[in-house]
């Protein structure tokens, strides 16, 4: 059985910067699209940004300019940088991978811009 396991997330000052990794338990081969999704509480889990195993990418137009997502695809692993954070952004953050017949998501790891 294979997991994505997220890591980086923290309370960080607005402004600030923050960098989240995902990296799944095992290797897996040709994932199609790995990406992010947030969730604040009391509302509906949203896209954040997704890549393709081309690179190519997409972004929520709330963070364009300010968050950047790539991965590594020998060690099954993307990640978010996240700068000019603001007090909006904070939510839950998901890793999601997506290949044939399947669509896996994370735990979760939970960044808090606050002051």
């Known amino acids: 059985q294979v997991q994505l396991v997220e890591s980086g997330g923290g309370l960080v000052q607005p402004g600030g910067s923050l960098r989240l990794s995902c990296a799944a338990s095992?290797?897996?081969?040709?994932?199609?699209?790995m990406g992010w999704y947030h969730q604040a509480a009391g509302k509906q889990r949203e896209l954040v940004a997704t890549?393709?195993?081309?690179?190519?990418?997409n972004y929520a137009d709330s963070v364009k300019g300010r968050f950047t997502i790539s991965r590594d695809n020998a060690k099954s692993t993307v990640y978010l940088q996240m700068n000019s954070l603001k007090p909006e952004d904070t939510a839950v953050y998901y890793c999601?991978?997506?290949?044939?017949?399947?669509?896996?998501w994370g735990k979760g790891t939970l960044v808090t811009v606050s002051s």
């Open positions: 890549i393709t195993s081309a690179g190519i990418t």
């Open positions: 095992r290797n897996i081969y040709n994932i199609y699209t």
């Open positions: 999601n991978a997506y290949w044939v017949g399947i669509n896996l």
